[in-house]
């Protein structure tokens, strides 16, 4: 049986995903001031390999980082609803260029918006 991460292309899908994220992220004025300079590759890193092991590829990001636990890794930041509006848009626009099926389209998205609502927590 395969997996979404198997059937969307795996490993390449993700890097370049990921890599288009981040590429808005560093020019958008709410995001890129949470991102340390330091830190840009390494934090793709993270959102890639969280995202290829959710999908049902390697399990690398648990290995190397343990259980996700998105919520308390992402307590130090301010995550408004404009931060969160500014993480989705970097997100859809990255979504919007990959080549995938709508059914797979479908899923990623409802995913996104999923998390990036989780994620606020700061009142706006």
Known sequence: MSTFYDEIGGEEFFTE???????????DPILRPMYPESDMKGAAWRLQKFLEQYWGGPTTYSEE???PR??????GFHIDLAARDAWLNC????IDDMQMQDIHRNQLIAYVEM?????VNQPS
């Open 17 to 27: 995903l990921v890599s288009g994220f981040y590429a808005r992220v560093a020019t």
């Open 65 to 67: 980082r343990g259980h």
């Open 70 to 75: 998105l919520r308390m890794r992402h307590m």
């Open 91 to 94: 997100m859809m626009a990255a």
């Open 115 to 119: 998390a990036a609502h989780s994620m």
